[in-house]
């Protein structure tokens, strides 16, 4: 009898949120010469995270720009590009880095479309790094999406798996739209499945998919607080709850049908964000949910979020960022004993 | 010493701080470019096709002038919603157009319905935004001019963008933004000027100095020498015109766009002028400028000067004059004609394009106000 190890047939079939990232930019560069990218530290160095890496040594420092360290004025020139038939993908470089470009994001890029009834699209995607628990000092764990998604005219999509990662970027960069692509940093390095061959894009951007199928309540969630949400829901079992978990994946446009249906199945509901509550993407969901649902709800709809201060020194970030524990205790709260 | 001279020089690396250039040849000059009044106005007559682009010059600042004049009777009447008027500053506006070729784009501020409107522009189109029925009224794509930009400078880093993708393309368009002195302090003006510079981007900045933004004088906006030095920071040309001058704007601003086109570099101009309105007609000039300042300036009428001075070289004549003036009164009588027709608006219209296709919260809220438009349709008929 032998002992051999079994013969290595299959190329390792997981992958990090990052190299799908990379990969998708890699596909859209490769297969759209519109496709543009720019960004600080986008070039040579493949961006501080590295999702551009290799990208200029492959098609140029043209398609993969080097820019000025200047967000308004990188997002202002993506326009221009954009005015001209291109494609452009801008990089920032951190969520809260992001903030200078606000005005070109909201005044023209949102409304372009609208402005010129139609005639002038910018399809530009605006990647962002966000969000925090990756142990970043001030400035580098900002959850910024309310301010995006309260802006009409913007797509804002996150994704919380590799697969999304790819599918989502490429279907963002396709998209006519400008798309706000939220990229979860602490999600970063997380490895699923995911085999490079036959990647697919998510098409159409806008819509939910239910992760895991349970009965008891449904915990409403995107980006980085997915796999939490998913952990709760493992550790919920212990204590007889068979929870739902709904990934949003694009917070807008919302998908109220499939967020409905999945409340609605189990009539109960948590929505679950790192940001803060107030004025956050959860009061708009718990209010949309209430709106539709009500009639279907045991409990009102909770909330749990970051709280309600700029984002912690990274020691005391375990703190702010909702986890296991507060998960279960919203879910705890969802009035069982009627 | 300098620590330049010193140390630092010894340790300079060209890949890594770049090259050292010398900033003489990006300088402006010491005074303000001027052809009217000069021999240059002569020698500019002489050249070929120089008689030609004269009257042309004279004609559209003729029509600019009626047009500036009708907009702002519109806008006494209600037909405009409010209207920055660019009198005084038509020279300006009208040499953006002559400089400029088809395929060139335009990327104006809501003070260059002109500037529009001359490079031929529908004046209703262009008005759409002034008028309120529309935020952009004409396709950018017809006569390569951008939607008329309201939040300062935030269009120069457009012009850049889109100069940027020609030149990648490999195809000779020009793009020439246009921002007013107290755009220039904005972040987006210094960073369409950094990439300009560093892009190489085939782009054109003209300032329009017309001495304020609303009510701040330029001394409150800037301390640099002129604006036009503003350029040598970033690497890139800066000239200084006298912007009362139709001729010395149209030549200086064809040079810059012959010297974008050609990969030499961007080019800020300065055009220093005057704004012989009020900011628009709901502002009170008299509340920040003196009347007798007012006067000094329109002493120096770009229209008059023109006129003036092209009489004088023989170059127009009482029949020219008399051909600008009636196109000048046949463009104003359109406008009166057609802003008399109130526009017919869609209520529904309110919901399309905000994105290529509508998202579902979108058709909910388009159902909503259709249901409200039918609920108050049939009220009108009962009564
Ligand atoms: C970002 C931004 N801030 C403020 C305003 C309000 N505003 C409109 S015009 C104006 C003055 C602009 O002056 P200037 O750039 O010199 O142009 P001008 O009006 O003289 O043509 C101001 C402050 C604006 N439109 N955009």
Not at chain 2, 28 to 57: F, H, M, Y
Not at chain 2, 180 to 202: I, K, R, Y
Request: net charge negative.
């Amino acid at each position: 009898m032998t002992t051999a190890a079994p013969p290595r047939t299959q190329p390792p079939r997981t992958a990090t949120l990052a190299s799908a990232l990379n990969r998708a930019l890699r596909d859209a560069l490769r297969e759209d010469p519109a496709v543009h990218i720019l960004g600080e530290d986008v070039g040579t160095l493949g961006g501080v995270f590295r999702i551009t890496d290799g990208l200029a040594a492959e098609f140029g420092a043209d398609r993969c720009l080097d820019t000025p360290l200047a967000e308004a004025g990188i997002l202002g020139t993506a326009v221009g590009m954009a005015m001209y038939g291109l494609r452009p993908v801008v990089e920032m470089q951190f969520d809260a880095f992001a903030y200078p470009a606000f005005e070109q994001l909201v005044s023209h890029v949102a409304r372009m479309r609208n402005r010129t009834a139609g005639r002038m699209p910018l399809p530009i995607t605006v990647r962002i790094p966000y969000g925090g628990g990756i142990g970043g000092v001030e400035h580098h764990s900002d959850s910024s999406e309310a301010y995006y998604a309260h802006t009409p005219g913007l797509h804002v999509v996150t994704p919380a798996t590799v697969a999304d990662g790819y599918g989502l970027l490429r279907a963002a960069i396709a998209s006519d739209d400008p798309v706000v692509f939220l990229e979860p940093k602490r999600l970063y390095w997380s490895k699923d499945d995911w085999s490079a061959e036959a990647p697919a894009p998510v098409e159409p951007i806008g819509r939910a998919v239910v992760r895991r199928q349970g009965t008891s309540a449904t915990l409403l969630t995107y980006g980085p607080s997915l796999p939490v949400c998913l952990e709760a829901a493992e550790a919920a079992r212990a204590e007889g709850w068979d929870l739902s978990v709904v990934d949003l994946r694009s917070l807008a446009p919302f998908d109220d049908e499939t967020v409905a249906a999945a409340v609605r199945s189990t009539g109960r509901a948590v929505v679950v964000h790192e940001s803060s509550g107030f004025a956050g993407v959860g009061a708009e969901i718990a209010a949309r949910v209430t709106e539709r649902c009500f009639h279907h709800l045991a409990a009102p709809v909770l909330r749990v979020a970051g709280f309600d201060i700029p984002y912690p020194p990274p020691m005391l970030e375990q703190h702010h960022l909702p986890g296991v524990d507060r998960i279960l205790d919203a879910v705890a709260k969802l009035q069982w004993e009627q | 010493m300098t620590v330049l001279d010193h140390d630092l020089a010894a340790a300079w690396t060209p890949d890594a701080h770049g090259p050292r250039r010398d900033p003489a040849p990006l300088l402006p000059d010491s005074e303000p470019v001027r052809i009217l009044g000069t021999p240059a106005l002569r020698r500019t007559a002489d050249s070929p096709g120089g008689r030609e682009l004269l009257r042309d010059l004279h004609r559209r600042l003729v029509v600019g002038r009626r047009f500036n004049q009708q907009a702002t009777t519109l806008t006494k009447q209600g037909r405009l919603a409010v209207y920055p008027a660019s009198t005084g500053q038509e020279a300006c506006q009208i040499a953006v157009a002559s400089a400029l070729r088809p395929g060139d784009w335009l990327f104006p501020s809501y003070r260059d319905t002109l500037a529009v409107v001359s490079r031929g522009v529908d004046p209703v189109q262009t008005l759409t935004l002034l008028r309120g029925n529309a935020h952009c009224g004409y396709d950018p794509y017809e006569h390569q001019v951008a939607p008329l930009s309201t939040p300062l400078a935030t269009q120069a880093p457009h012009a850049v963008g889109l100069a940027h993708a020609a030149r990648l393309r490999g195809e000779s368009t020009v793009a020439l933004a246009l921002v007013g002195d107290g755009g220039t302090s904005e972040g987006d003006f210094h960073e369409a000027l950094n990439f300009a510079g560093v892009l190489n981007a085939p782009v054109v900045f003209l300032v329009q100095n017309n001495g304020y933004a609303i009510s701040v004088p330029l001394a409150k906006q800037s301390a640099a020498p002129t604006l036009a030095h503003k350029a040598v920071g970033y690497g890139i040309q800066g000239r200084l015109v006298d912007g009362n001058d139709a001729v010395a704007v149209h030549i200086v601003l064809s040079e810059a766009v012959e010297h974008a086109r050609t990969g030499r570099g961007p080019v800020l101009v300065e055009a220093v002028t005057y704004r012989l309105e009020a900011h628009t007609n709901a502002d009170d000039a008299g509340r920040y400028r003196s009347a007798e300042e007012v006067e000094r300036w329109q002493a120096r009428d770009p229209l008059t000067l023109m006129e003036r001075h092209l009489r004088e070289a023989g170059v127009i004549g009482d029949a020219d004059v008399a051909a600008a003036a009636a196109e000048a009164e046949e463009l104003a009588d359109r406008m009166r004609t057609l802003f008399h027709v109130k526009p017919q608006l869609d209520p529904m219209s309110l919901f399309a394009h905000v994105y290529a296709e509508p998202t579902p919260q979108l058709r909910e809220q388009a159902a909503q106000l259709a249901a409200e438009l039918a609920a108050e349709a049939a009220t009108e008929e009962r009564r």
